[in-house]
């Protein structure tokens, strides 16, 4: 067997070698250890996706034609295993049960076609290309898979949207959990289904097919990010977000007076006990301070002061910085040293804040 190779059958062999390494380690890793499972699964199938395109593009199936409809299709499984993924990265308690089965009975019914055809003989597979897969079941597999990931990412986007509400209403420090890099990698799997969806309004509507696309590009450059990314992201085992969370945190969807001496409390006890030097303060260790329940103090401070948990302890830790820059605790520590001792623990996050609460960045502010 003789494998032609060209720069995009060499940069497969490396995505798809990549995509096993990093699989392989995201199944064993000790943290965030059940939505790394889910990511390996993931990073798993859109690189036998791949694995197709270097079986077709090296001409390994021009010499071998048996080698058609292998069962390593599943790409109904894309859209599930993003939605779990997410799930069960934002809310280590989530658990599979029997009623998420239903959401891969679309992929069941596509591995048990490829098993089938796996073992039936080259005439048989290519009566079924020529009569079956090429008028029929290639359009569902290709719209299907379309429809379901389209679906899947605009859940997925929704999920990550809310998540990011509930953790600027719970945490004070929320740079190394917001999943920003998850956004973008949803982003651009919905510019893949836009490019899929351009294809077949050209195919079904005007009878045109693309020469050539760039899903093979897409996918490889997505699942690399997926691996580094998923083996990066910090341990979110503290965190358990549940959906109907965010019901409390949308202060404007339900009648709310706040009361003015909880909010005097609230502000007295900032002052007085300095809770925003904590650097990773919560809601909840806020309220056992307070001695009041954590939905209390979240309404107080969305209403009463009309900013999330996040913003209104950020707020301290800014004054905090800004007077003791003033004070002339510069002769002796660095910016980023008072900075850290008015409760930030991140470069990148207190110049963002301080921009943000400012206008300024710190340099210019001591100008």
């Given amino acids: 067997m003789q494998i032609t190779f060209n720069w995009i059958v060499a940069i497969l062999v490396v995505i798809i070698s990549q995509s096993a390494f990093a699989a392989g380690i995201l199944f064993f890793t000790p943290h965030n250890k059940k939505p790394g499972r889910i990511l390996a699964l993931l990073i798993v199938v859109i690189a036998l996706w791949l694995f197709d395109d270097f079986m077709r593009l090296s001409l390994i199936y021009r010499q071998?034609?048996?080698?058609?409809?292998?069962?390593?299709?599943y790409s109904f499984s894309f859209g599930p295993l993003i939605w779990f993924y997410v799930k069960s990265l934002v809310n280590h308690q989530f658990k599979f049960g029997f009623k998420d089965v239903w959401h891969f009975v679309p992929v069941m019914l596509?591995?048990?076609?490829?098993?089938?055809?796996?073992?039936?003989?080259?005439?048989?597979?290519?009566?079924?290309?020529e009569n079956i897969h090429r008028q029929y079941t290639y359009r569902i597999e290709f719209d299907g898979t379309l429809i379901s990931l389209s679906i899947y990412l605009i859940l997925s986007f929704r999920l990550v949207k809310h998540y990011q509400l509930w953790l600027n209403n719970n945490f004070s420090e929320v740079s190394k959990i917001r999943l920003n890099w998850l956004k973008i990698i949803l982003a651009i799997l919905l510019l893949l289904c836009f490019?899929?969806?351009?294809?077949?309004?050209?195919?079904?509507?005007?009878?045109?097919?693309?020469?050539?696309?760039?899903?093979i590009e897409i996918l490889g450059m997505i699942v690399l990010v997926l691996g580094i990314a998923g083996l990066r992201q910090s341990n979110l085992g503290a965190v358990n977000y549940l959906e109907e969370s965010t019901e409390t945190d949308q202060p404007a969807k339900v009648a709310f007076e706040p009361d003015p001496a909880i909010l005097k409390k609230i502000s007295n006890t900032m002052q007085e006990q300095k809770l925003y030097l904590n650097p990773t303060l919560t809601l909840l260790e806020m309220a056992d301070d307070l001695g009041l329940n954590s939905k209390t103090v979240s309404r107080h401070i969305n209403i009463g002061f009309q900013k999330s948990f996040n913003d209104y302890i950020n707020s301290f830790r800014v004054e905090e910085v800004k007077r003791r820059l003033k004070s002339g605790e510069l002769e002796r520590l660095t910016i980023m040293g008072i900075a850290m001792d008015s409760g930030f623990n991140s470069k990148t996050t207190f110049n963002r804040i301080f921009r943000e609460f400012t206008g300024l960045s710190p340099s210019d502010f001591i100008k």
């Fill in 64 to 73: 071998h034609p048996n080698l058609y409809f292998l069962p390593i299709f």
């Fill in 110 to 129: 596509q591995a048990c076609l490829y098993i089938f055809l796996t073992f039936c003989s080259y005439p048989i597979k290519n009566w079924y290309w």
């Fill in 195 to 215: 490019q899929w969806f351009t294809e077949v309004i050209l195919r079904d509507v005007y009878n045109l097919y693309f020469n050539y696309d760039y899903t």
